[in-house]
């Protein structure tokens, strides 16, 4: 944990804006505007999803912007998402880099007929991002799911 006897202007704006950086990729999931969640990212990002947190191998691994647009776009499948995105850490922020953790529980909706389901997922990110032109990017995003539940709806 580090002590920050003082902070500069420019750090704090830089913290400030990473954080919103984190929470526009909620933002934009949960109102369907993939285009938007993808200007998140560089060009050349390093996206990878590990459905079992403990499994070093990762079920999907992406190297492009372009990349995740069906990543996105499978969200389209449930009636609403709720990301609720917790603590977030920065481990190292020097210069123009900085890299973190945050953690989100999602929450996917799905309606068949009178059926109504939650899948929660428990989330934690691993996030390198990079400050281009003065904008926050994430240029590398590791996916851990921690763990999944499911249950019927009232």
Known sequence: MSKHL???PEEAADRL???ELIEAYAHCADRRDAKGQMALFTADTHFVVYMNAKDPKPAQE???REALAPVFADLNQY???MHFVGQSTIFSLEGN??????YCIAHHLTVDGEER????????????????DGTWLFVERLLYVDWL??????
């Not at 880099?97 to 945050?102: D, I, L, P, Q, S």
Request: aromatic residues 4%; without cysteine; positive net charge.
């Open 6 to 8: 003082t902070i500069s």
């Open 17 to 19: 804006a990473i954080r």
């Open 62 to 64: 992406l190297h492009s």
């Open 79 to 81: 009636v609403a998402t």
């Open 97 to 102: 880099r900085a890299t973190g953790e945050a």
């Open 117 to 132: 389901r939650m899948m929660v997922a428990y989330l934690r990110y691993l996030d390198t991002v990079v400050k281009i």
């Open 149 to 154: 539940e499911e249950r019927g709806l009232s």
